[in-house]
């Protein structure tokens, strides 16, 4: 049965924007963070079988691949009706119902809905070197490609984990048959892949843009991002903090006929972006500062990509301020209480798994063009949120200033 009626009477009485309950996902691997607000009795909320929570996803329209333990909607989004009542709905039957009222006629006509979501990474120990699937790839096994970005934002990183750096491709004098060779030896031992690859130290306040096929291993700071409609991945290091990775998670997003196929494998990287020597200069995201005075800050963190883009917005104690954007947005506060909209916004003390919240948004074109007015209530605390959007927005920066600084 369709809830067309209760959709358009929650979107009319937002005016134009919907409050999303929070979406905690767990992971069978890694250890848990502990930065995402969320009480610590809840963090094996799904069962030790599940692992803990270790991400928080916003605007999502897809679900999780997460093994078959994972309920059929994990990960995705769901619009709270009022704070008075359970009563929900997901925010891709919104968009499959409401279409281009919600998501503006371009991304209904090119991608037929919401096309990118965001997310909280949270893990205390380093992620594993691991490459996203380019489309090529990804279209041989059912699914999309996954260019990512990430953001370190100051509010959420009271600490910085077991590793505070991030790896990135390959040292550019890495030859091909080194890589593979670690590949075919990833039952035999630890392979030390990242020992071929580059670190760079996390800078809180910037980002980075990660495009499909270029290999990576995630620092152990909380992260902002937001990436394509996607969930794939390949694998390359086997030992992590002490835990062993199997080889299925090498090979999992292969065609059956090539789990074996070393070439193929090493074919999932874009061998020249990984090596290329210009790298931080190429994909390295300081913010980059739109609007900065006395009522509020506004910079774009996620830009110069055809997929996604994303903002922060700082609004100073006791201000009121209009912002208009050019398309829909997700939006979660990070920092601070005021109002959105009709709206109370503010950023969690202490979230339980299941439970409403008042941080997460979803701004429709029509509300985001015609203009959304945020009050910071706090005489002392800016009020600060992150804004996701899809590849449409028209102000989004297309290259990285030269002089963009941090």
């Given at each position: 049965?369709?809830n067309?009626?209760l959709?358009?009477?929650?979107?009319e009485?937002?005016?134009?924007?919907?409050?999303?309950?929070?979406?905690?996902?767990?992971?069978?691997?890694?250890?848990?963070?502990?930065r995402?607000?969320?009480?610590p009795?809840?963090y094996?909320?799904?069962g030790l079988?599940?692992?803990?929570i270790?991400?928080?996803?916003?605007?999502s329209?897809?679900?999780?691949q997460?093994g078959?333990?994972a309920?059929?909607?994990?990960?995705?989004?769901?619009?709270a009706?009022?704070?008075?009542?359970?009563?929900?709905f997901?925010?891709?039957?919104?968009?499959?119902t409401?279409?281009?009222?919600?998501?503006?006629?371009e991304?209904m006509?090119?991608?037929g809905?919401?096309p990118?979501?965001?997310?909280?990474f949270d893990?205390n120990?380093?992620?594993?070197?691991?490459v996203?699937?380019?489309f090529e790839?990804?279209?041989?096994?059912?699914?999309?490609?996954?260019?990512?970005?990430?953001?370190?934002?100051k509010?959420?990183n009271?600490?910085?984990?077991?590793?505070?750096?991030?790896?990135f491709?390959?040292?550019?004098d890495?030859?091909p048959?080194?890589?593979k060779?670690?590949?075919?030896d990833?039952?035999?031992?630890?392979t030390?892949v990242t020992e071929?690859?580059?670190?760079?130290?996390?800078?809180?306040?910037?980002?980075?843009?990660?495009?499909?096929?270029?290999?990576?291993a995630?620092?152990?700071?909380?992260?902002y991002?937001p990436q394509?409609?996607?969930?794939?991945?390949?694998?390359?290091?086997n030992?992590?903090?002490?835990?062993?990775?199997?080889r299925e998670?090498?090979?999992?997003?292969?065609?059956?006929?090539?789990k074996?196929?070393?070439?193929?494998?090493?074919g999932?990287?874009?061998?020249?972006?990984n090596i290329?020597?210009n790298?931080?200069?190429?994909y390295?995201?300081?913010p980059?500062?739109?609007?900065?005075?006395?009522?509020?800050?506004?910079?774009?963190?996620?830009?110069?990509?055809?997929?996604?883009?994303a903002?922060?917005?700082?609004?100073?104690?006791?201000?009121e301020?209009?912002?208009?954007d050019?398309?829909?947005?997700?939006?979660?506060?990070?920092?601070?209480?005021g109002?959105l909209g009709?709206?109370?916004?503010?950023?969690?003390?202490?979230?339980?798994?299941g439970?409403?919240?008042?941080d997460?948004?979803f701004v429709?074109c029509?509300a985001?063009?015609?203009?959304v007015?945020?009050?910071?209530?706090?005489?002392v605390?800016?009020?600060v949120?992150?804004?996701?959007?899809?590849?449409?927005?028209?102000?989004?920066?297309?290259?990285?200033?030269?002089?963009?600084?941090?």
């Amino acid at each position: 049965m369709s809830n067309r009626l209760l959709i358009e009477q929650t979107l009319e009485s937002g005016e134009g924007i919907f409050r999303l309950n929070p979406v905690f996902v767990p992971r069978p691997f890694g250890k848990a963070g502990r930065r995402l607000k969320l009480h610590p009795d809840d963090y094996y909320a799904l069962g030790l079988e599940r692992g803990s929570i270790k991400e928080r996803w916003f605007s999502s329209t897809i679900t999780a691949q997460n093994g078959p333990l994972a309920a059929p909607d994990e990960g995705m989004s769901y619009v709270a009706v009022s704070y008075d009542s359970d009563k929900k709905f997901t925010l891709k039957e919104a968009i499959d119902t409401l279409g281009s009222g919600i998501v503006g006629e371009e991304l209904m006509q090119k991608y037929g809905g919401w096309p990118m979501y965001s997310k909280f990474f949270d893990f205390n120990n380093p992620l594993f070197h691991h490459v996203h699937l380019m489309f090529e790839h990804a279209k041989k096994v059912g699914k999309l490609g996954k260019p990512e970005s990430y953001y370190f934002p100051k509010q959420l990183n009271n600490h910085g984990g077991e590793f505070n750096a991030t790896y990135f491709g390959f040292d550019p004098d890495t030859k091909p048959e080194a890589v593979k060779q670690r590949l075919r030896d990833y039952n035999k031992g630890d392979t030390r892949v990242t020992e071929l690859s580059r670190a760079y130290r996390v800078e809180l306040g910037t980002g980075w843009y990660t495009p499909p096929g270029v290999i990576h291993a995630p620092a152990s700071v909380l992260t902002y991002e937001p990436q394509w409609n996607s969930d794939v991945n390949s694998v390359h290091e086997n030992v992590v903090s002490g835990e062993i990775y199997p080889r299925e998670f090498l090979v999992a997003e292969c065609p059956p006929d090539k789990k074996n196929d070393i070439d193929y494998i090493f074919g999932l990287l874009d061998w020249e972006k990984n090596i290329d020597p210009n790298y931080k200069k190429h994909y390295f995201r300081p913010p980059v500062t739109v609007v900065s005075g006395k009522t509020h800050t506004e910079k774009w963190v996620s830009y110069a990509n055809e997929y996604f883009g994303a903002k922060e917005l700082s609004v100073e104690p006791g201000q009121e301020v209009t912002i208009r954007d050019g398309a829909a947005y997700g939006l979660i506060c990070i920092q601070g209480r005021g109002t959105l909209g009709r709206f109370i916004c503010e950023a969690p003390t202490l979230l339980r798994f299941g439970a409403q919240s008042t941080d997460e948004f979803f701004v429709s074109c029509p509300a985001a063009k015609r203009g959304v007015t945020i009050t910071n209530q706090s005489p002392v605390e800016p009020l600060v949120m992150l804004k996701h959007f899809g590849p449409n927005h028209p102000d989004m920066p297309k290259t990285v200033p030269v002089d963009a600084v941090s």
